[in-house]
């Protein structure tokens, strides 16, 4: 009787350590960031790796080297609107020489870009019928879920800039291709620089609708 009261607080107090250890298999327990979630690192089936939580991978548009960029989904990113690019008549070539070009890894619209920004913004104001269609390009160097991201922070850079010079938002749409539609096929800098950039598509409301 004596031993049976000796061994019952061995067995609850070896109970204790392990649940304090965490000896689950294959889990181990990491103390977050201040202000991140708890991550899980798995160690089964070799070296461990950290589950992804919010922010999305880590990748690199044009620079491999960027990370915390929100994950985007297969396909062009096209922002929300009261209108359909597909539903007017698209002309590419009316703005085709007002293409604006971005740094490395960059979706600010440089100084050097703000005569085509005004240029498109003069266009739009001779007509108030007219919309826009800016799209977002990017270099092939980095993830493509990187560079459709990249791709609308710049249309979404450039629809500010017109905003900022009296054009209303809501007659412009955006959508990213990412590296999906290089106007340079080469794999140099100076096919990246022509690639990194946003192009202007002026959509004209089709006759009768």
């Not at 991140?36 to 880590?58: C, L, M, R």
């Not at 600010?108 to 799209?135: F, G, H, R, W, Y």
């Not at 539609?181 to 800098?189: A, F, M």
Request: with cysteine; charged share 20%.
């Amino acid at each position: 009787m004596k031993l049976n009261k000796l061994i019952f607080p061995m067995v609850l107090a070896l109970a204790a350590v392990l649940a304090s250890t965490g000896c689950k298999k294959g889990i181990t327990k990491v103390t977050p960031l201040p202000g991140q979630p708890p991550a899980i690192v798995s160690d089964q089936g070799g070296a461990g790796t950290i589950a992804p939580g919010p922010g999305g991978q880590i990748g690199g548009g044009d620079n491999i080297g960027s990370t915390g960029v929100p994950t985007a989904a297969p396909g062009p990113i096209a922002t929300s609107s009261d209108w359909d690019p597909a539903n007017t008549v698209q002309d590419r070539a009316a703005l085709a020489a007002y293409t604006v070009h971005f740094k490395f890894d960059s979706a600010v619209v440089q100084d050097s870009e703000q005569s085509n920004v005004s240029s498109v913004a003069q266009a739009l104001t001779s007509d108030p019928n007219v919309k826009l269609l800016i799209e977002g390009n990017c270099d092939e160097r980095g993830t493509e879920e990187y560079n459709r991201a990249l791709g609308e922070r710049r249309a979404l850079a450039l629809r500010e800039a017109l905003a900022k010079v009296g054009i209303d938002p809501a007659r412009i749409r955006t959508i990213s291709y990412g590296k999906d539609k290089p106007v340079d096929p080469g794999h140099d800098e100076s096919a990246f620089a022509k690639n990194r950039r946003g192009d202007f598509v002026l959509c004209h409301p089709k006759t009768g609708v």
